[in-house]
C-alpha cells in the first residue's frame, strides 16, 4: 500500500486518478494533521521494485511531499 500526503488538493486528486487508471485501489481523500491523505493499493500483481519505479517518477513531477511504501 502507498500513502501519499500534500497540503495541495490538486496534487492528491491528479496522483489519485492517474494511479487508478493504472489499475490502483484507491481510498477516499481525507485531511491528516492540516496535510491531505490518500492511499493506493494495486492486488493481485508482483514487482514491487518496477512499481516503486513509476511510482516514484510521479511522485517527482507533482512534488507530493510525502509517499510512504506499507505491506
Not at 491531505?36 to 511531499?65: M, N, S, W
Request: net charge negative; with cysteine.
Amino acid at each position: 500500500m502507498h500513502v501519499f500526503q500534500s497540503a495541495e488538493k490538486e496534487k492528491i486528486e491528479i496522483i489519485a486518478g492517474l494511479l487508478q487508471q493504472a489499475g490502483y485501489r484507491i481510498s477516499r481523500i481525507r485531511e491528516v494533521e492540516n496535510q491531505l491523505t490518500v492511499t493506493a493499493r494495486l492486488e493481485g500483481r508482483t514487482g514491487i521494485e518496477d512499481e516503486c519505479e513509476r511510482i516514484q517518477g510521479i511522485v517527482q513531477h507533482f512534488d507530493i511531499e510525502v509517499w510512504t511504501i506499507h505491506e
